[in-house]
């Protein structure tokens, strides 16, 4: 059954619409990361959700129910805030206990939840502590006890990595997922990362400028964004504005860059001589050195020459930046592992792709 | 080099001079006052006094006059502290919640009269009742500490209310507080010590007040302030030095007692600007 149903929900403030149509559900015990860049709406639709702020048209259900009319603390949702909202005049044991104490759990409950919510979080032991008193990891971790401590139907998480430093960014984004999964909680992680989105979800939703653009599992939205927008915001991109050749062969088609490069594709857009925007991620390029024998030219690869400009290492991956001719820069992904071939600055290289890894976007 | 270094000197001499000078100018009649308050002479003789007694202090315990002064003040005092932290706090609570374009006009409206001249007050106010004639002069003299001390407690609670992140109020609400519990709860424990700071202003302004009591006491409710005045026109000594030196004696335990309530520190230091 569905724990959550947002149907067709717009807000406006003003003449301004911060939220528009946005439909979604959730099943139970599922991690829904709804990603998208800042000031898209994703805070708005979670505080609609929460009861904070009241959608100008659409429904929003809990459990089949429509709460619309009900104030937040009639619903049961957990929220953990961008700030984490601890109150800063009360103990980490007091601000685990507070949700426990108006959402009428018995008073002699109390105090073995909150050690059982700290033990979950692994906090045991802080329990006199005041916010202030704690690092940013700890404050997030006791905000994340105490919104999980009264059961809620629904777990809504606000960027809840955003105010870490990166490297305790990726451990506690593990341990998140870990602590929502043995609780089983249904949750929705707003995001502008799409690292953390793709890393916690077990699906995504792409929002931008307050609609819903894609939804899918996180391979999906990788693999066949919805739309020039999604393709860029998620992952690394290379674009050409592109012109279609009349003929074809087979389901490949055939594109020309305003700069002469020809661009082998799959997917066909029913247009037959439209323009338009081709991407290759950087990781699907393969990088040979120009002496390295002779490659016969497979009608669905891509084969480009061109000069290498940068070479980036960056531990587990080499970022490589490569000139084409007619000024187009290439960014080009080598793991680095095995044996790579070394590639400096100003060497001339072999650049190969496959047909059916560039994405069109028909303009 | 050496010179500079001459100058930087020179100017940290200037300044601790500056700072003792301050003080000495502060504390001067202070101390004045103090000491010339234990004058054993039945005159108002030159400082210092050749020897001390407690003559003046007898006279005032036994000044009718002052002590019903007194009396009508520290009443007035605690019920304008009352009402004006009441007032407020409510007040400062309610502007806090309205959207933006309505918070700057009234907030105004509600400051305004602090620019206005405490003669003007008075004097208004006194038209003002002239009109309703069977208000009791306690109530009217209230009426007009209110009129000036509720800005402050109002701009004092602003200040604490904001520096309270709206998502705290939030967050008790998302964990099934209703609005009332999460207020006293949260938003009352975080804002304490400026609307604190602010009554303490509130206390402080009435019992210090005396140009609109002026207008509003009559011969038999009157404060502190409106009878040193009346003591001097009519019988200029030193009992009125006696009244000052007590007033600083309770000053300071009423400062002691809050101390120990709220630490004082942070009440009229960073309690205002922090939360
Ligand atoms: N209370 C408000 N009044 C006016 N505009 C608002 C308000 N809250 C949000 N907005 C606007 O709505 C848009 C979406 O905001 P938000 O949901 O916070 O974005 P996100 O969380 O995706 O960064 C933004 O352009 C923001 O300026
Ligand atoms: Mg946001």
Redesign the interface.
Known sequence: MNVLELKDVTKKYGEFVAVEGVCLEIEEGKILSLLGPSGCGKSTTLRMI???TTPNSGTVAIAGENVDHL???ER????L???Y?????MTVEQNVA??L????TPKPMIPSRVQQMLSLVRMLGMEARYPSQLSGGQQQRVALA??LA?DPQIVLLDEPLSALDAKLRLELRIELKEILRSVGATTIVVTHDQEEALSLGDEVVVMHAGKVIQRGSPIEIYKAPADKFVAEFVGRSNWFCATRRGRSSGDLSSYITSNGIEIRTRSAPTDRRGSADLCIRPEHIELMDVTQGVVSDEPDQNLLEGVVVDVAPLGADVHVVVDLPGETRLQVIRKNVGRIPTVVPGQPVRLCFAASDVLVFPT | MLSKRHTDAGLGVLLKATIALTAVFLLLPVVMTVIMSFDSRNYLGQFPPPSLSTQWFTKFAHNGYLWSGLRTSLLLATATTVGATTVGALAALAISRMTAQWRDPVTTAFLSPLVLPGVIIGFALLMAFSALSAVPTFLKMLAGHLLITVPFTIRMTLIGLAGI?A??G?????????ER?SFF??IL??AKNSIAAGAIFAFAFSMDDLTISLFLSDFNTYPLPVALVGLMRSNFDLTLAAAAVFLMGLTVIILIVLDRIFGLERVIGHGIYK?
């Open positions: 929460a009861g904070f104030k937040p603390y049961n949702v957990g929220l805030f961008q700030d909202a601890l109150f800063p005049h507070y949700g104490r108006y959402r009428g105490r919104a009264t | 992140s998502t705290l939030e967050a008790a609400l998302s964990l099934g507080a209703n519990q709860t949260i424990p975080l939360a």
